[in-house]
């Protein structure tokens, strides 16, 4: 009886658990993984497509520079939404 091939064993590589870092979202306490970009962040929060503002540590962030916008342990984080009324 022919033996079957035994296959090559690849090498496992340990998955480094992430280790969420802790920032404020609007006075709020919120964990998000480490890295996460501002858009990422304001997509969570507002489905408004326009008329949002961002600041990161009490400095407005132009929309253009959010996807390249990290955030880190600690940030301070306003999402503003502008509401119509009178």
């Not at 658990?17 to 993984?33: F, L, Y």
């Not at 997509?43 to 961002?54: E, F, I, M, N, W």
Request: charged share 15%.
């Amino acid at each position: 009886m022919p033996v079957s091939p035994v296959p090559p064993v690849t090498p496992v590589t340990p998955v480094t658990p992430v280790t969420p870092v802790t920032i404020s979202v609007n006075g709020e306490r919120r964990q998000i993984e480490p890295g996460t970009a501002l858009d990422t962040l304001v997509k969570s929060l507002t489905a408004a497509p326009s008329g949002v503002a961002a600041a990161l540590n009490e400095t407005v962030v132009p929309r253009a520079q959010w996807p390249s916008t990290s955030l880190s342990e600690g940030d301070r984080v306003e999402v503003l939404t502008a509401v119509q009324g009178g």
